[in-house]
């Protein structure tokens, strides 16, 4: 049988992002499921493994090791292991995307102060 769960049974922010834990239900990735508002966004942080964030809605601007780039709907970015990484929506709406964690758990070095 599959194992499901709503995305309002997950950990998180309502308001902002749910956290999926693959461990704790039978997966060997995690994640997150976005949706922020203009001018929200993680801190800096990094991870040990690449992660894999597709913008469904809204605008992004993704900062990775230094770099930014802009992306919208139907992009997909894959920030590589160890790079210090963040974004912020840069839309006039919600950001929706998700992003993919290769991994049990994610494993999350916080870098900086959110927005």
């Keep these: 049988m599959a194992t499901v769960v709503k995305f309002d049974e997950l950990a998180g922010n309502p308001e902002r992002a749910w956290k999926f834990e693959g461990a704790d239900m039978g997966s060997t990735v995690s994640g997150f499921i976005s949706h922020h508002q203009p001018g929200e966004g993680?801190?800096?942080?990094?991870?040990?493994?690449?992660?894999?964030?597709?913008?469904?809605?809204?605008?992004?601007?993704?900062e990775a090791d230094g770099?930014?780039?802009?992306?919208g709907p139907g992009h997909i970015v894959v920030v590589p292991p160890g790079a210090a990484h963040k974004f912020t929506n840069t839309g006039d709406g919600r950001l929706r995307q998700?992003?993919?964690?290769?991994?049990e758990r994610v494993q999350q070095e916080d870098l900086g102060e959110p927005t």
Excluded: D, K, M
């Design 42 to 62: 993680p801190q800096l942080h990094r991870h040990p493994y690449e992660e894999t964030f597709v913008c469904l809605e809204g605008q992004a601007t993704f």
């Design 67 to 71: 770099e930014e780039t802009v992306v």
């Design 98 to 103: 998700v992003s993919i964690h290769p991994n």
